[in-house]
C-alpha cells in the first residue's frame, strides 16, 4: 500500500486540509453543480433528486463533502449527523443507480482538474461511499 501522505519539498507533511489544497468551497462546488448537469439527463437518477429545490441539493452536497474533506462544519451544524444510509433509504439505490452516479461524478471529478494524488484520494471515497448507498438489488 503505497503512502497518501503530502509532502512539501523537505519531505515534511503538509499540515492544511485536503479541502485547502484543492481549493476550498469553490472546487466542491463545481464539483457538485457539474455532477447534477450530468443527473437531469439520467432516466435513472433524475426521479430521485428534488427538481424543485435543485439548489437546496447541490447545497446540501457541497457542504457534506467540503465537511468531509476538511473544510467548515456548517453541513452538521444545520442538518446534524450525516446519518447518509439512513438519508437514502427512501430512495431505491441499486448497482445500476450507484454505477449511474458514479459515471456523473467520475466526469465531475475529471474535470476539476486535480492533481493525479487528490484526484485518486477524491475518487476513492466516492467509490465507497456510492458502494455504502446501495440499499437494494432489485431493479
Avoid: C, I
Wanted: no cysteine; charged share 25%; hydrophobic share 35%.
Amino acid at each position: 500500500m503505497s503512502d497518501l501522505t503530502l509532502r512539501g519539498s523537505d519531505g515534511a507533511p503538509v499540515e492544511t486540509s485536503f479541502w485547502q489544497q484543492v481549493g476550498g468551497r469553490p472546487t466542491f462546488e463545481r464539483l457538485v453543480r457539474r455532477f447534477y448537469e450530468g443527473v437531469r439527463g439520467d432516466d435513472v437518477l433524475w426521479p430521485m433528486y428534488p427538481e424543485e429545490d435543485l439548489e437546496g441539493a447541490v447545497q446540501r452536497l457541497t457542504g457534506f463533502l467540503e465537511q468531509y474533506w476538511g473544510g467548515p462544519g456548517t453541513y452538521s451544524e444545520q442538518r446534524g449527523h450525516p446519518r447518509l444510509r439512513m438519508r437514502h433509504m427512501p430512495f431505491k439505490v441499486n448497482p445500476l443507480a450507484r454505477d449511474r452516479w458514479l459515471q456523473h461524478m467520475r466526469v465531475a471529478v475529471d474535470e476539476l482538474g486535480l492533481s493525479p494524488l487528490h484526484r485518486e484520494m477524491l475518487w476513492g471515497y466516492l467509490e465507497r461511499a456510492a458502494q455504502a448507498m446501495v440499499n437494494t438489488f432489485e431493479d
